[in-house]
């Protein structure tokens, strides 16, 4: 496969570039980018064609990642070629040339099957991987599989793998050592696995235990059953020991109580009872002396008391009488202030009425009163005086002013006077205006047409051949353009005919010329013998042999002969000398064939040239005849036009310049028909002007032809004679206005006037009523009407005082009377002249009365509770009594004081009673469940002696005996228990079982880890041998002369040797047979070594297989010059089969490059 | 109406397997599982009130000597009896090699059929008939079903037993028997074991195996419980299945299509985890993670695979609540061409020789340390699944893998993705 083009569309700093690979031999293509130019961009699109796009790329800095194509054709070694591009797209970033997709496969049979990491290995290889490669034939010191292997594969060194691998492992596991995590792990296990075992129980032992157990409970409830057997029987005894003595106290007390006969029997709270009720009759009776007593002495008081029972009759009078003093007193206060104030109003009156009607007393001023109803009317008729006569004023005002500007009006229409008629004049303004300004228009016209004539007589002048003026432009008859063509292509086809012979007869001269340069070298280079020359030597030895053979055979005398045939020779020797020549002749014929031939040829050639120019000589002389005839033909056209005439094509042009100048000279004449036209209308107009002014003023007539004055003359007329007719007619309109206005103003006077007298005659009227004389001023009315109200309002306050004065005095005499009234009634005896003092007097005696009757009605109520407190006594004690009767009746005694006897008897039987009960219930606890009688029984049969010896012999009996066994067996019992508790079920055993799954998954892991890696390790070293066994011959030949050449012949070669543990290794071999281990290599030439192993595989590959393109990337930047030249070397001899592209930055690789001189393979290409 | 619980192959204290424990992984929260699960059938049993319990066999695991695990159940079925609940079992394969049965003294509403021959238990109060015949041995090959009574008439007939029927993948053929023979029999209820994937294998007559209660190791994912057994009028009426696994384990592939680097891939990996989480209801989860899909970062996970391994332990103990089995790496790389090496390549040979297994036909004496090794691990390693002698899957598995490890780690350095 071979890259033929590489496209950069957008990628990098790339937009649109093209890297063209296409070569006949597959070619060593030097790609130079200084730094910055691209280089590395380009490097990975190349990758990014064959393989696509990285997920993630730098490349995107200029073109967007949609937008990032690049493209490239591919050629197969049987010929086939794909140009396609590529996309940066997850998927089908295929496209073809015509933007359709591809298929994702499309590049598979180019690739043959090539991956990108193996692409990039295998076919690639940059300075880095070239260094570390040199340092991995190091690392694997020489060994030669590792080397062949990781060149084969593009690897740098395979040692860090196979160490990384083995370390690895080693890591998990190795044979004898400790501390190997699998080894730990399993030590974890076993451990484990013992700990299990100790927790694990047995079922057996489970079993064995509980029989045990079952075994100690049962001996241990039978030494139980004993010991209870014996406590019970120890404690009956204990028992009728304890019961003897109550037994022998109750037999005693049941003695007693029969002892003491019949007995009342009374109740417990009887001698309480008793003494109670006792104690609570003598205490009612000191209470009830005690209420009687203060019942009486109350009677007492009651008696002794007097009530005035007349004056709390008349409290409310009294009460009354006490809060009107207040008011009464009020009264008499204000009488003197209210007096003085009526009789001020009074005067104030007085004085009003004197100074308006002096004739009226002040009590007949109430005669005034009707006057006032009609106050109003003179009020309003007032307010309207001024209005009146405001309008009269205003009204007489308007009429003269109206008619003074009237007469103004009327005067200066009469100084106006009468005005012509302009309209005639204003029509033929109208005409002469519609055709416009017809001056400028005129003199426009006059500089165009002068300067056509200019441009017209220029033209003609320039035109040339012929003479003659404007007009005769017009007429000038010329040949036809066709004519003119058809001259023209008669010229051109005689000018090169006779171009064409002349070149030929040039040609035929310069053929001749090297024929006769030809001839001549090869006539001076030797004398080459004719045809004829030959046939002269052949004709002198024939003419010799016929000598000879007359003289030798027919024995003929040819001496003088002979003499004639060679005269300084005898004839045999002439003879053979001529044979010589002629032999020689033919000899040097035949030698030199070839230049005879040529000679020859040259010869005829030559002839035929020459008669050739002869020919072509007499055609041009034909030809130019010809031509002369149809000049003279040509120039007979133009004659009659007076025209000698230049070429065809010139004419062709001078025709249509001089047609172009006909048909200006033909505007020109337009142009001053038109200017005349124009001149005449104007004339025209303006004698219609002018005769309308004169028919209007008396001006000076206008002198010039312009036309333009005159318009303005007229204008200015008709715009006088139009503001005069508007002045007019605006005087008469406003005439007409005024006079109306003042008929109007007129009648408003009229009215006016008639109002002031209607005003009059009502104000005479109101006055009338008011008693004033009708010439009275509205103001004086006023203040006449204000007086009189005023002093009507004053005698009005008079009144209303001189009223309240009345009312007091009546409130007075009526408190008074009251007082009198009541004091006659209440205290006839204590008469009180002040009716104040009698007042205050009553209040004091009803405070009197009201204290007595509080203090009588306290003492009645006081009496009632002690009459209903007595009653109360009297009952409770004839209860008391009655209790009384009844304890003596219950104790069977005639009176109290036996009683008290009674009571002592009965609490000794009852004490006695008390103290059985008490033994007796003693022994009931004793008997235990049992009776009295069965405990009496149980006593009888026992000697009392003799229990405590008996009860210390079963004592003795158990705490000896009977407990001491008892003790071991239930520990026995409790450890077996507890053996039972501790197999409780627990999960401690399946714990640890879950342990160990778990350190088991983990060896497990490890373990699978452990296979993998041993396995890689392992099938990696025997895939190196068994590569190293295939390849290790033909790799090494081709290897060993490659390392002779990129070390300059420092080596003579390499080859395959064993060291010390066996294993094969490589050794460089010096030229002087020196061997050279490659520890013994410098750093440069191991990566030499490396180069040298890499093209080796390559070129074996390419031995058997399709060859790839190999993309080198900057290796030589350490490389010396005369090594980077035979590096350089290296790979243009590869070239024939291998596409190399290598990419550098150093311009002098490019120079190198270029000066190998293989122009057939080596390519430099500039980024 | 009364309902039954049926459960089967408890395997008490049987530990959880391929669980390797790492810091923070919630080992405390899971000890115990077979017996949380177990106590949760008992639970269940109380809660819901049911008329008996039936066990079909393996009640413990095999070779476990504890005597603890048997007074742990004695005393869950004294919970029973307290409860008024019955229990009926039989012997599985399991339960006839430990050394346990044979130890164990049952309460008195524990009822274990014999293992001489078919007997019949008659609940009259319940109109129920409990036909079984428990394991003699270890290895029962005969059909016991055939001996079993014909279904009693006007009866609900129930038989218990232990059964690998006519088969079942991961199972061994123990006491086999065909439907049709077990649907001759005119029972309403088989109530089997053996199998630990719960199937309902016929409905009317009911067929069915519950399945194992807990989950033990990655081939027995997902839920697992009994069967609760509704009977109305004579006739089994409903069968519900109640999960009662206190730990689950679950396959959790994440496909790694589009993930440009190792962050984008856990973040991946914490999504699926979190829906696993999410399906798994609150219970404690075992996660194998595989990593499948053309990636970019197949060569860059291989390389790092125990770096992502304590990632997603991480990412595990972040959840609180899940435990990463495995991490497996299945991945591929991006595209088909980019691992297609040329075929004159000396990598073209060692790929042919990795796919022929040129070299290492069998693991075992290939190379002495392996040997060596083996020699050293636990016997445990080495039964079924022993490392050194894979079957044909595991093969393909252990050459993928090799094969996968020694590219990665070739192409490291030389290209890093």
Same mark, same amino acid.
């Given at each position: 496969m071979k890259i033929r083009r590489l496209l950069l569309k957008a990628y990098g700093p790339f937009s649109d570039r093209e890297l063209d690979f296409g070569s006949s031999l597959p070619g060593l293509h030097v790609v130079h980018g200084p730094n910055e130019a691209g280089k590395s961009s380009a490097l990975r699109a190349l990758q990014a064609l064959l393989f696509g796009f990285p997920p993630r790329t730098g490349d995107n800095f200029l073109h967007a990642y949609d937008q990032l194509l690049i493209g490239g054709c591919l050629q197969h070694d049987d010929g086939r070629e794909l140009c396609f591009f590529r996309r940066k797209k997850n998927k089908n970033d295929l496209f073809d040339a015509a933007d359709q997709p591809l298929a994702n496969d499309a590049l598979d049979p180019f690739l043959l099957g090539v991956g990108k990491d193996t692409f990039s290995s295998q076919f690639g290889i940059d300075h880095e991987t070239l260094v570390r490669g040199g340092q991995g034939i190091l690392q694997q010191e020489g060994e030669i599989g590792q080397a062949l292997f990781s060149a084969g594969a593009g690897f740098a060194s395979l040692r860090s793998v196979i160490d990384a691998l083995e370390a690895d492992a080693d890591a998990l596991f190795r044979p004898r050592a400790t501390s190997r995590e699998i080894t730990v792990a399993v030590a974890q296990y076993?451990?484990?696995? #013992?700990?299990?075992?100790?927790?694990?129980?047995?079922?057996? /032992?489970?079993?064995?235990?509980?029989?045990?157990?079952?075994?100690?409970?049962?001996?241990?409830?039978?030494?139980?059953?004993?010991?209870?057997?014996?406590?019970?029987?120890?404690?009956?005894?204990?028992?009728?020991?304890?019961?003897?003595?109550?037994?022998g106290r109750r037999h005693l007390l049941r003695e007693k109580i029969q002892a003491m006969g019949e007995v009342v029997v009374l109740p417990d709270d009887f001698g309480a009872q008793r003494r109670h009720l006792d104690e609570k009759r003598r205490v009612a009776k000191v209470r009830l002396d005690s209420a009687e007593g203060r019942l009486a002495e109350l009677e007492d008081m009651q008696l002794a008391m007097r009530l005035n029972q007349t004056v709390l009759d008349h409290a409310d009078g009294i009460e009354d009488l006490h809060q009107r003093l207040g008011a009464y007193r009020k009264g008499q206060q204000d009488y003197s202030g209210l007096e003085g104030m009526r009789v001020a109003y009074k005067i104030e009156a007085a004085q009003l009425l004197r100074r308006i009607r002096p004739d009226l007393d002040v009590d007949q001023a109430e005669s005034l009163r009707p006057g006032l109803g009609k106050r109003k009317t003179v009020q309003a008729l007032g307010q309207r005086y001024e209005a009146v006569a405001q309008e009269v004023r205003q009204a007489g005002a308007r009429v003269r002013e109206l008619e003074r500007e009237l007469a103004a009006r009327k005067s200066e229409l009469a100084a106006l006077g009468m005005?012509?008629?302009? #309209?005639?004049?204003?029509?033929?303004?109208?005409?002469?205006?519609?055709?416009?300004?017809?001056?400028?228009?005129?003199?426009?016209?006059?500089?165009?047409?002068?300067?056509?004539?200019?441009?017209?007589?220029?033209?003609?002048?320039?035109?040339?051949?012929?003479?003659?003026?404007?007009?005769?432009?017009?007429?000038?008859?010329?040949?036809?353009?066709?004519?003119?063509?058809?001259?023209?292509?008669?010229?051109?086809?005689?000018?090169?005919?006779?171009?064409?012979?002349?070149?030929?007869?040039?040609?035929?001269?310069?053929?001749?010329?090297?024929?006769?340069?030809?001839?001549?070298?090869?006539?001076q280079a030797a004398v080459v013998p004719t045809e004829a020359e030959l046939a002269d030597c052949r004709g002198r030895r024939q003419e010799g042999w016929m000598l000879l053979r007359r003289h030798w055979i027919d024995g003929e005398d040819v001496q003088l002969e002979s003499r004639l045939y060679a005269a300084e020779l005898p004839l045999p020797e002439a003879y053979e000398q001529s044979v010589d020549l002629a032999d020689q002749a033919a000899d040097r014929m035949y030698r030199e064939a070839d230049r005879v031939q040529k000679h020859a040829q040259l010869l005829s050639a030559m002839e035929a040239a020459e008669s050739a120019l002869v020919e072509l000589r007499g055609r041009i002389q034909a030809l130019l005849l010809s031509r002369d005839d149809l000049r003279a033909r040509w120039n007979g056209y133009w004659t009659e036009c007076g025209i000698s005439p230049l070429g065809p094509r010139e004419m062709r042009a001078w025709s249509g310049n001089f047609e172009a100048l006909r048909l200006q000279v033909e505007e020109l004449g337009r142009i001053e028909t038109d200017l005349a036209t124009k001149q005449a209308r104007r004339e025209e107009l303006r004698e219609i002007l002018l005769?309308?002014?004169?028919?209007?003023?008396?001006?000076?007539?206008?002198?010039?032809?312009?036309?333009?004055?005159?318009?303005?003359?007229?204008?200015?007329?008709?715009?006088?004679?139009?503001?005069?007719?508007?002045?007019?007619?605006?005087?008469?309109?406003?005439?007409?206005?005024?006079?109306?206005?003042?008929?109007?103003?007129?009648?408003?006077?009229?009215?006016?006037?008639?109002?002031?007298?209607?005003?009059?005659?009502?104000?005479?009227?109101?006055?009338?009523?008011?008693?004033?004389?009708?010439?009275?001023?509205?103001?004086?009315?006023?203040?006449?009407?204000?007086?009189?109200?005023?002093?009507?309002?004053?005698?009005?306050?008079? /009144?209303?005082?001189?009223?309240?004065?009345?009312?007091?005095?009546?409130?007075?005499?009526?408190?008074?009377?009251?007082?009198?009234?009541?004091?006659?009634?209440?205290?006839?005896?204590?008469?009180?002249?002040?009716?104040?003092?009698?007042?205050g007097q009553l209040k004091g005696l009803l405070a009197q009365a009201v204290r007595d009757q509080a203090v009588s009605l306290r003492h009645e109520e006081e009496k009632a509770l002690l009459t209903k407190e007595i009653l109360g006594l009297r009952e409770e004690l004839r209860q008391f009594e009655e209790g009384m009767a009844a304890l003596r009746q219950l104790s069977r005694c005639a009176d109290d004081e036996s009683m008290a006897l009674a009571e002592r008897r009965c609490m000794e039987y009852a004490g006695l009673r008390?103290?059985?009960?008490?033994?007796?219930?003693?022994?009931?606890?004793?008997?235990?469940?049992?009776?009295?009688?069965?405990?009496?029984?149980?006593?009888?049969?026992?000697?009392?002696?003799?229990?405590?010896?008996?009860?210390?012999?079963?004592?003795?009996?158990?705490?000896?005996?009977?407990?001491?066994?008892?003790?071991?067996?239930?520990?026995?019992?409790?450890?077996?228990?507890?053996?039972?508790?501790?197999?409780?079920?627990?999960?401690?055993?399946?714990?640890?079982?879950?342990?160990?799954?778990?350190?088991?998954?983990?060896?497990?892991?490890?373990?699978?880890?452990?296979?993998?890696?041993?396995?890689?390790?392992?099938?990696?070293?025997?895939?190196?041998?068994?590569?190293?066994?295939?390849?290790?011959?033909?790799?090494?030949?081709?290897?060993?002369?490659?390392?002779?050449?990129?070390?300059?012949?420092?080596?003579?070669?390499?080859?395959? /040797?064993?060291?010390?543990?066996?294993?094969?290794?490589?050794?460089?071999?010096?030229?002087?047979?020196?061997?050279?281990?490659?520890?013994?290599?410098?750093?440069?030439?191991?990566?030499?070594?490396?180069?040298?192993?890499?093209?080796?595989?390559?070129?074996?590959?390419?031995? #058997?297989?399709?060859?790839?393109?190999?993309?080198? /990337?900057?290796?030589?930047?350490?490389?010396?010059?005369?090594? #980077?030249?035979?590096?350089?070397?290296?790979?243009?001899?590869?070239?024939?089969?291998?596409?190399?592209?290598?990419?550098?930055?150093?311009?002098?690789?490019?120079?190198?490059?270029?000066?190998?001189?293989?122009?057939?393979?080596?390519?430099v290409h500039r980024l | 109406m009364f309902r039954f619980v049926h459960a089967a192959?408890?395997?008490?204290?049987?530990?959880?397997?391929?669980?390797?424990?790492?810091?923070?992984?919630?080992?405390?929260?899971?000890?115990?599982?077979?017996?949380?699960?177990?106590?949760?059938?008992?639970?269940?049993?109380?809660?819901?009130?049911?008329?008996?319990?039936?066990?079909?066999?393996?009640?413990?695991?095999?070779?476990?000597?504890?005597?603890?695990?048997?007074?742990?159940?004695?005393?869950?079925?004294?919970?029973?009896?307290?409860?008024?609940?019955?229990?009926?079992?039989?012997?599985?394969?399991?339960?006839?090699?430990?050394?346990?049965?044979?130890?164990?003294?049952?309460?008195?509403?524990?009822?274990?059929?014999?293992?001489?021959?078919?007997?019949?238990?008659?609940?009259?109060?319940?109109?129920?008939?409990?036909?079984?015949?428990?394991?003699?041995?270890?290895?029962?090959?005969?059909?016991?079903?055939?001996?079993?009574?014909?279904?009693?008439?006007?009866?609900?007939?129930?038989?218990?037993?232990?059964?690998?029927?006519?088969?079942?993948?991961?199972?061994?053929?123990?006491?086999?028997?065909?439907?049709?023979?077990?649907?001759?029999?005119?029972?309403?209820?088989?109530?089997?074991?053996?199998?630990?994937?719960?199937?309902?294998?016929?409905?009317?007559?009911?067929?069915?195996?519950?399945?194992?209660?807990?989950?033990?190791?990655?081939?027995?994912?997902?839920?697992?419980?009994?069967?609760?057994?509704?009977?109305?009028?004579?006739?089994?009426?409903?069968?519900?299945?109640?999960?009662?696994?206190?730990?689950?384990?679950?396959?959790?592939?994440?496909?790694?299509?589009?993930?440009?680097?190792?962050?984008?891939?856990?973040?991946?990996?914490?999504?699926?985890?979190?829906?696993?989480?999410?399906?798994?209801?609150?219970?404690?989860?075992?996660?194998?993670?595989?990593?499948?899909?053309?990636?970019?970062?197949?060569?860059?996970?291989?390389?790092?695979?125990?770096?992502?391994?304590?990632?997603?332990?991480?990412?595990?103990?972040?959840?609180?609540?899940?435990?990463?089995?495995?991490?497996?790496?299945?991945?591929?790389?991006?595209?088909?061409?980019?691992?297609?090496?040329?075929?004159?390549?000396?990598?073209?040979?060692?790929?042919?020789?990795i796919e022929e297994m040129r070299h290492f036909p069998s693991l075992t004496g290939l190379a002495p340390e392996f040997e060596n090794l083996r020699s050293r691990l636990p016997a445990e390693l080495l039964g079924e699944a022993d490392p050194f002698s894979p079957d044909e899957a595991e093969l393909t598995v252990l050459r993928d893998e090799v094969r996968d490890l020694l590219m990665a780690r070739l192409q490291e350095g030389a290209h890093e993705d």
């Open positions: 076993k451990d484990l696995q #013992s700990r299990l075992r100790q927790v694990s129980l047995g079922g057996q /032992d489970w079993l064995k235990h509980r029989q045990a157990l079952d075994h100690a409970e049962k001996e241990l409830r039978g030494l139980e059953s004993r010991s209870s057997g014996l406590e019970r029987e120890i404690h009956l005894l204990e028992r009728v020991r304890r019961a003897l003595p109550s037994l005005t012509a008629d302009g #309209s005639s004049l204003v029509q033929a303004l109208n005409l002469v205006l519609k055709f416009g300004d017809l001056d400028e228009e005129l003199r426009a016209r006059g500089i165009h047409l002068f300067r056509a004539r200019d441009n017209c007589q220029a033209a003609l002048q320039r035109l040339g051949l012929w003479k003659g003026s404007l007009e005769e432009v017009k007429l000038l008859g010329l040949p036809m353009p066709e004519t003119v063509n058809e001259f023209e292509t008669a010229f051109q086809s005689v000018d090169e005919e006779h171009r064409r012979l002349c070149g030929e007869e040039e040609k035929t001269g310069q053929a001749l010329a090297a024929l006769r340069r030809d001839l001549r070298a090869i006539e005769r309308e002014l004169a028919a209007l003023t008396e001006e000076t007539p206008l002198s010039g032809d312009g036309l333009e004055e005159v318009v303005r003359r007229a204008q200015a007329v008709a715009e006088k004679l139009r503001e005069a007719h508007t002045r007019r007619e605006s005087l008469a309109g406003s005439l007409s206005q005024l006079q109306a206005s003042l008929d109007k103003a007129e009648t408003t006077l009229q009215n006016a006037r008639l109002s002031q007298d209607e005003w009059r005659q009502a104000w005479e009227e109101a006055l009338g009523f008011l008693g004033l004389p009708g010439s009275a001023s509205p103001a004086e009315a006023a203040e006449y009407v204000e007086t009189v109200q005023e002093c009507l309002a004053k005698l009005h306050e008079e /009144d209303v005082l001189r009223k309240r004065i009345r009312g007091i005095e009546r409130d007075g005499c009526a408190f008074e009377n009251s007082v009198r009234e009541l004091a006659a009634l209440v205290a006839p005896e204590d008469a009180v002249l002040d009716a104040a003092l009698a007042v008390r103290e059985l009960d008490e033994v007796e219930f003693h022994l009931v606890g004793m008997a235990e469940g049992g009776t009295l009688e069965d405990l009496e029984e149980l006593a009888a049969g026992q000697d009392a002696d003799a229990l405590p010896g008996k009860i210390a012999a079963l004592r003795a009996e158990l705490e000896e005996h009977v407990k001491p066994q008892m003790g071991p067996i239930a520990e026995r019992v409790g450890q077996e228990k507890n053996e039972l508790a501790r197999m409780n079920g627990d999960d401690a055993a399946a714990r640890i079982a879950e342990e160990m799954q778990e350190v088991l998954a983990r060896i497990s892991r490890m373990t699978d880890r452990y296979i993998r890696l041993k396995l890689a390790s392992r099938v990696l070293r025997v895939e190196i041998e068994s590569y190293r066994a295939a390849n290790q011959d033909p790799i090494l030949a081709i290897a060993s002369d490659l390392f002779k050449k990129l070390t300059l012949g420092s080596f003579a070669g390499l080859r395959a /040797d064993i060291d010390e543990n066996d294993s094969p290794v490589l050794i460089g071999v010096r030229s002087n047979g020196l061997l050279v281990r490659v520890e013994g290599m410098s750093s440069g030439t191991r990566d030499q070594l490396y180069l040298a192993l890499r093209l080796a595989s390559l070129q074996l590959r390419s031995q #058997s297989t399709e060859a790839m393109p190999f993309i080198v /990337d900057d290796i030589l930047i350490n490389f010396d010059e005369e090594r #980077s030249n035979a590096t350089l070397g290296v790979f243009a001899e590869m070239a024939d089969r291998n596409q190399i592209i290598m990419f550098t930055h150093q311009a002098q690789i490019a120079d190198m490059a270029r000066s190998l001189g293989r122009e057939d393979r080596v390519f | 192959d408890i395997h008490l204290d049987s530990p959880l397997k391929g669980l390797e424990s790492y810091p923070d992984a919630p080992v405390e929260q899971i000890r115990a599982a077979a017996r949380r699960a177990f106590d949760n059938l008992v639970d269940l049993a109380v809660d819901e009130g049911v008329a008996f319990v039936l066990l079909a066999g393996d009640l413990f695991d095999g070779d476990w000597r504890d005597y603890n695990t048997g007074l742990y159940f004695t005393h869950r079925m004294g919970r029973l009896r307290e409860a008024g609940i019955s229990v009926f079992l039989v012997a599985g394969n399991h339960d006839a090699a430990s050394p346990l049965t044979r130890a164990l003294s049952l309460p008195d509403n524990v009822t274990l059929f014999s293992h001489k021959k078919p007997e019949t238990k008659v609940l009259d109060q319940l109109g129920v008939a409990i036909h079984g015949q428990g394991f003699a041995g270890r290895s029962i090959t005969e059909d016991l079903s055939r001996g079993f009574a014909q279904a009693l008439p006007g009866l609900c007939n129930i038989g218990l037993l232990h059964t690998s029927m006519t088969g079942r993948a991961g199972h061994e053929p123990y006491a086999p028997c065909t439907l049709e023979s077990l649907i001759s029999k005119g029972y309403d209820y088989w109530a089997l074991g053996h199998v630990h994937q719960r199937e309902v294998v016929h409905k009317h007559p009911w067929v069915v195996f519950p399945g194992n209660i807990q989950g033990r190791h990655i081939r027995e994912a997902g839920s697992k419980g009994c069967a609760l057994v509704t009977v109305e009028d004579g006739r089994i009426a409903e069968v519900d299945f109640r999960e009662l696994d206190v730990l689950r384990f679950a396959l959790c592939r994440v496909d790694m299509d589009g993930c440009d680097d190792l962050d984008a891939a856990t973040d991946r990996v914490r999504k699926a985890m979190e829906l696993k989480r999410r399906d798994a209801e609150g219970r404690f989860l075992a996660l194998r993670i595989i990593l499948e899909g053309r990636s970019p970062v197949h060569g860059k996970a291989l390389r790092q695979e125990d770096h992502l391994r304590e990632n997603f332990r991480a990412l595990a103990a972040d959840l609180g609540d899940v435990w990463l089995e495995k991490l497996r790496i299945a991945t591929r790389p991006l595209s088909a061409g980019s691992e297609a090496v040329d075929a004159q390549s000396p990598l073209a040979g060692l790929l042919a020789a």
